[in-house]
């Protein structure tokens, strides 16, 4: 059987894919949503130690995420380095004092009063891994074009949801962090001109006390509409 074929003179490869009975899908969704319903962003991180395979597997499921053109627009830098952490945590808590202290709004800081969040960041050094995502807007080529990457944001995003599920499904905890504005975190990576950083990702274990806020999630007919 021929399960390759030319379209627009570029290879097809045949999609096969096994799926499942009504009642087998039901239940494997309903198992899933109230899967991901159990995953909660912990801002307390133990410093147990995590194995670099598994941080390499989880990038490989982000990277598997769609994205415009397949062009895959995005770069995870990881950091375990002690003192490459402490730089980070002392350059975003700058940022943060200034943006809890004067930048942002009254009524943005009520909003947040409820998840329990302030400028400080002990996170960023102790949990074993920091993930930061960089989104490529453009591919640099020899001779100096820039070939510009499409849809980068909705695609970095998309990752970054696939990033989230994958860590859940190890059995880890994230947070993600939005330092803003987050400059620094390209100076201090080395990072070149046509990356910028999207979002900063502690990855680990909950600290042995670990407190969530009491959140509840909007219903199905508060997010969705049929038609
Ligand atoms: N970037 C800040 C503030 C912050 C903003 C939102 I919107 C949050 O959901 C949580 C925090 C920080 O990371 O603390």
């Not at 949503?33 to 670099?52: N, Q």
């Not at 640099?140 to 820039?146: D, F, I, L, Q, T």
């Not at 400059?183 to 274990?205: D, M, Q, S």
């Amino acid at each position: 059987m021929n399960n390759i074929k030319l379209i627009n003179g570029f290879p097809f490869i045949k999609f096969n894919r096994d799926t499942y009975d009504m009642e087998a899908m039901k239940e494997r969704a309903a198992a899933f949503a109230a899967w991901m319903d159990s995953r909660r962003t912990c801002r307390d991180f133990s410093d147990r130690p995590v194995d670099r395979e598994i941080i390499e597997n989880i990038i490989m499921a982000a990277s598997s995420a769609p994205s415009g053109a397949h062009k895959q627009p995005w770069t995870f830098c990881v950091v375990s380095d002690q003192s490459l952490k402490i730089r980070i945590r002392a350059a975003a808590e700058k940022e943060e004092q200034e943006s809890y202290n004067r930048r942002m709004p009254e009524e943005w800081l009520k909003d947040l009063a409820p998840i329990g969040t302030d400028w400080q960041k002990p996170f960023l050094e102790t949990a074993p891994w920091l993930i930061i995502v960089f989104k490529r807007s453009y591919e640099p080529e020899p001779g100096g074009h820039k070939h510009q990457n499409y849809y980068v944001t909705e695609s970095v995003g998309l990752a970054c949801g696939f990033l989230l599920a994958a860590i859940h499904h190890a059995g880890l905890v994230a947070l993600t962090h939005t330092p803003s504005p987050m400059n620094f975190l390209a100076r201090i990576l080395n990072r070149p001109e046509n990356e910028k950083p999207f979002l900063l990702i502690p990855v680990g274990y909950a600290a042995e006390e670990c407190w969530v806020p009491d959140l509840k999630r909007k219903a199905l007919n508060e997010v969705c509409c049929w038609y």
